[in-house]
Each structure stands twice: as structure tokens, then as C-alpha cells.
């Protein structure tokens, strides 16, 4: 991104937190981009000022983005419960284009993920073909897959809903556990990207267990994890 185009983008920023929060009876207000590895945003505050540090994942997105980011954030800081993102911020986020062009930086931001589907003994793209072939998942969902680098985790897979992004522990990455335990691992964590995007912006809680019985050795495979004390 150009030096004039992060300018542009800093104080659409500042425009849009100003204006919302002038709304909320802020004197001052200012907002700053800032490197994070997750996409969140911080604030500090006064009774009349307030700062924002805001992912810089959103440097290039829409002033309507910015404003709806700002609405939301106001409101919950205002005391409001489960106050939900507008449907700007939304369907950026949510878009195939910002996960696609955002993952690479926070790939590389994370301290123990490869960013490669093929392991030392496994390929991930083999348990994604083998979901495919049983109907379970999609294969143009656009989700990319990664072993971690180390196996210093109890939890057998993990993944982001808005960088569409499973990450398997190597812990698995070997051929005396059965295909049937990765591809488990591997489908709880695409069932919860799928859910999670469905309600992002509205709630945390994502619920997959009903899904994730659709898989025919689900209760083998939870056995065979538990005993390697790993979760999903």
C-alpha cells in the first residue's frame, strides 16, 4: 500500500470514529491502525476521550466499514449487550477477497504455523479430498489448511473464520495415526469456519456438534485424541 493511500485510509479512519463518537458525546477522538496478529481493535478512554488502535488488516477497507466498525464498538463501550456488526463490515470481512489477500500477513505473524497443507509424512490436501468424496465439505469454500511447526499445543487443530485458515498440529503429521483422526480434525475446524461466518458480527458462540456426527467415526476418532491428550 502507498504512503498516500494509508494516508487516505487513516483519516477516513479518524473521520468515521469521530463522527460516531461525537454521537456518543466524545470531545475527542482519534484511531490509528496497528499491527496485530488477531483482527481486533484496542481503546483507551477519559470522559470525554478516547483512542483506538484498530487492526491494520482494515487499512484498505470501505469509509462504510470504518463507520460501521465505529458504530459497534461506541455502542458496546456504551454499556449495550450483543451489539452486532452492519452489514458493511460484515460482508468486507466476509468476503472471499479478504481472506485471500489478508492470510499471508497473518500467517506470518503467527509464531507456529507453517503455512504449508504438506507435513513431513502427510499432505492436509489428502483429508480435504477424502471430506470431499464423502460430501462433507466443499472444496470451493476457499479454505486454505497448515500444519503447525511445533507440536507445544494440546489442541489437535485450530482455525480463523475471517482468514479462513486451518492450522492441524503436527502431532499428527504422522502415518501410524489413522487417516480417519486427521480428516475428524480437519472437518470440526472447517464445520466451525463455515458456522462461525454465518453468525460473525452476531455472536461468539458457534455450534457444530450436530454437524460433526455427520462424520461416521467421530466418537473413534475423540477417543484416539483424548488418548493423546489433544482437543479440538
Given at each position: 500500500?502507498?504512503?498516500?493511500?494509508?494516508?487516505?485510509?487513516?483519516?477516513?479512519?479518524?473521520?468515521?470514529?469521530?463522527?460516531?463518537?461525537?454521537?456518543?458525546?466524545?470531545?475527542?477522538?482519534?484511531?490509528?491502525?496497528?499491527?496485530?496478529?488477531?483482527?481486533?481493535?484496542?481503546?483507551?478512554?477519559?470522559?470525554?476521550?478516547?483512542?483506538?488502535?484498530?487492526?491494520?488488516?482494515?487499512?484498505?477497507?470501505?469509509?462504510?466499514?470504518?463507520?460501521?466498525?465505529?458504530?459497534?464498538?461506541?455502542?458496546?463501550?456504551?454499556?449495550?449487550?450483543?451489539?452486532?456488526?452492519?452489514?458493511?463490515?460484515?460482508?468486507?470481512?466476509?468476503?472471499?477477497?479478504?481472506?485471500?489477500?489478508?492470510?499471508?500477513?497473518?500467517?506470518?505473524?503467527?509464531?507456529?504455523?507453517?503455512?504449508?497443507?504438506?507435513?513431513?509424512?502427510?499432505?492436509?490436501?489428502?483429508?480435504?479430498?477424502?471430506?470431499?468424496?464423502?460430501?462433507?465439505?466443499?472444496?470451493?469454500?476457499?479454505?486454505?489448511?497448515?500444519w503447525t511447526s511445533?507440536?507445544?499445543?494440546?489442541?489437535?487443530?485450530?482455525?480463523?473464520?475471517?482468514?479462513?485458515?486451518?492450522?492441524?498440529?503436527?502431532?499428527?503429521?504422522?502415518?501410524?495415526?489413522?487417516?480417519?483422526?486427521?480428516?475428524?480434525?480437519?472437518?470440526?475446524?472447517?464445520?466451525?469456519?463455515?458456522?462461525?461466518?454465518?453468525?460473525?458480527?452476531?455472536?461468539?458462540?458457534?455450534?457444530?456438534?450436530?454437524?460433526?456426527?455427520?462424520?461416521?467415526?467421530y466418537r473413534e476418532?475423540?477417543?484416539?485424541?483424548?488418548?493423546?491428550?489433544?482437543?479440538?
Amino acid at each position: 500500500m502507498s504512503t498516500e493511500t494509508q494516508t487516505t485510509a487513516l483519516e477516513d479512519l479518524n473521520r468515521a470514529f469521530q463522527k460516531i463518537g461525537k454521537q456518543y458525546g466524545y470531545e475527542t477522538v482519534t484511531a490509528e491502525f496497528a499491527v496485530f496478529k488477531e483482527f481486533k481493535v484496542q481503546w483507551n478512554r477519559t470522559y470525554k476521550y478516547i483512542s483506538f488502535k484498530v487492526s491494520d488488516y482494515m487499512e484498505d477497507a470501505p469509509y462504510d466499514a470504518y463507520e460501521s466498525l465505529a458504530g459497534t464498538l461506541f455502542a458496546k463501550i456504551d454499556g449495550r449487550e450483543e451489539v452486532p456488526y452492519k452489514r458493511a463490515m460484515r460482508d468486507w470481512v466476509l468476503a472471499p477477497e479478504f481472506s485471500r489477500n489478508k492470510r499471508y500477513k497473518y500467517i506470518h505473524r503467527a509464531r507456529n504455523v507453517t503455512g504449508s497443507p504438506r507435513g513431513f509424512e502427510r499432505d492436509l490436501g489428502d483429508s480435504v479430498r477424502r471430506l470431499q468424496e464423502m460430501g462433507l465439505i466443499d472444496g470451493d469454500a476457499g479454505i486454505e489448511l497448515s500444519w503447525t511447526s511445533d507440536g507445544n499445543t494440546q489442541r489437535a487443530a485450530s482455525c480463523s473464520v475471517l482468514f479462513r485458515l486451518i492450522v492441524v498440529s503436527n502431532q499428527l503429521d504422522d502415518l501410524n495415526i489413522p487417516d480417519f483422526v486427521v480428516d475428524f480434525a480437519v472437518y470440526s475446524q472447517f464445520l466451525k469456519i463455515v458456522k462461525g461466518a454465518e453468525v460473525f458480527g452476531f455472536t461468539t458462540e458457534v455450534y457444530t456438534r450436530e454437524d460433526e456426527k455427520k462424520f461416521g467415526r467421530y466418537r473413534e476418532a475423540e477417543k484416539m485424541l483424548d488418548k493423546m491428550s489433544l482437543y479440538l
